[in-house]
């Protein structure tokens, strides 16, 4: 059975820095993508960085410069490095897995969120 879970969120004032982790388990795809989303209220959920098996990256542009996304194979651990955080960046983040997709569109596990609150 394939499990995400998310750690890392919290408070913090806008500049200020957050890790993310999301630690799996039973999964087994040699080929995979794998990223962080997040989701306000009231707002749409939005992918914000991926990582592929080949450690291929994006992001979205709001947090270009700002967010690293990594992995730690032997450690079965998805990271999302936050820097220099905005009052926008205020979400509940969610990491997600899939067998690997163009694009990397396509996620069938789901973390169950951790929240990220950034004061002005």
């Known amino acids: 059975q394939v499990q995400l879970v998310e750690s890392g969120g919290g408070s913090v004032q806008a500049g200020g820095s957050l890790r993310l982790s999301c630690l799996v388990s039973?999964?087994?795809?040699?080929?995979?993508?794998m990223g962080w989303f997040r989701q306000a209220p009231e707002k749409e959920r939005e992918r914000v960085a991926i990582i592929d098996s080949n450690s291929i990256t994006d992001y979205v542009d709001s947090v270009k410069g700002r967010f690293t996304i990594s992995k730690d194979n032997a450690k079965n651990t998805l990271y999302l490095q936050m820097n220099s955080l905005k009052p926008e960046d205020t979400a509940m983040y969610y990491c997600?897995?899939?067998?690997?997709?163009?694009?990397?569109?396509?996620?069938?596990?789901w973390g169950q969120g951790t929240q990220v609150t950034v004061s002005s």
């Open positions: 997600a897995a899939g067998p690997f997709s163009p694009l990397c569109k396509e996620y069938n596990y």
């Open positions: 039973g999964y087994t795809y040699r080929r995979y993508c």
